[in-house]
């Protein structure tokens, strides 16, 4: 066991990234390490757990964890509270960074873009197939705001679990689906004496460029 911060170290020998295995656009390859995440990493870690950073409107960065719902040919879906702290922060900046870590593979994968909500449809569309608790959730908790203590949210959650003793909760306006529109897609894997592998996808006129980066 190392002793301090200092002496820990891993030396990445699993897998390499060449050109030859990367297609010419990020998805399928991100589809691809997805698979091979959900095969790979040990419960109970989240395979679609990632990272998500925005920045407020003074330019100041904030980080949170958040899981990815949903991913197709226009981008990167998550669900959220839009009065939230990250809803205030992507209202006034409409961008986003999100990042996988998947230490079983040795490999992480870097997306950044522009942010959209998505339809009221589509959150409609996942907030049913929420679970029942996780749907009355939704509209106690005000989320990043200031709560008294663990009593005034079980208040709140009581107050909404009889609103609704007779009617299936409907999804809350104040919450529902963003879209991360990538225009940049990086893919790392790790390799020996940090010597690593990283192919970057950026988005040029339309078309995807790729492109190896130094370690
Ligand atoms: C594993 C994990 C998954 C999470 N998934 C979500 C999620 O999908 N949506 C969400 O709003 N918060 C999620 N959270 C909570 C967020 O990290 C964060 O606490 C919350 O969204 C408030 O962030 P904000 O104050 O920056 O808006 C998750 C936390 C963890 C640790």
């Keep these: 066991m190392p002793q301090t911060l200092a002496d820990m170290r891993r030396d990445y020998t699993r897998a390499g990234l060449c050109e030859a295995d990367a297609p010419l656009e990020p998805f399928s390859l991100f589809h691809l390490w997805f698979a091979e995440a959900m095969k790979t990493e040990q419960l109970p870690v989240e395979p679609n757990a990632m990272s998500l950073a925005t920045v407020d409107a003074s330019g100041r960065p904030h980080c949170r964890v958040l899981l990815l719902k949903g991913l ?125 592998d990283r192919l970057n996808y950026r988005l040029e006129k339309g078309g995807w460029i790729r492109e190896r980066l130094a370690p």
């Design 72 to 196: 197709d040919e226009r981008g990167f879906t998550f669900f959220s509270n839009y009065d939230s702290a990250k809803g205030q922060q992507l209202k006034a900046r409409p961008f986003a960074a999100m990042t996988f870590f998947w230490p079983t593979l040795e490999r992480q994968v870097r997306i950044e873009g522009q942010v959209e909500r998505v339809t009221s449809q589509e959150s409609d569309a996942y907030f049913q197939v929420r679970p029942l608790g996780s749907r009355l959730g939704a509209w106690a908790s005000p989320q990043s705001q200031v709560i008294r203590d663990r009593v005034e949210l079980e208040d709140l959650l009581a107050l909404t679990e009889k609103r609704f003793l007779d009617q299936a909760p409907h999804c809350p306006g104040h919450w529902g689906g963003y879209r991360l529109l990538p225009e940049r897609v990086e893919f790392w894997q790790g390799r020996a004496s940090r010597l690593h």
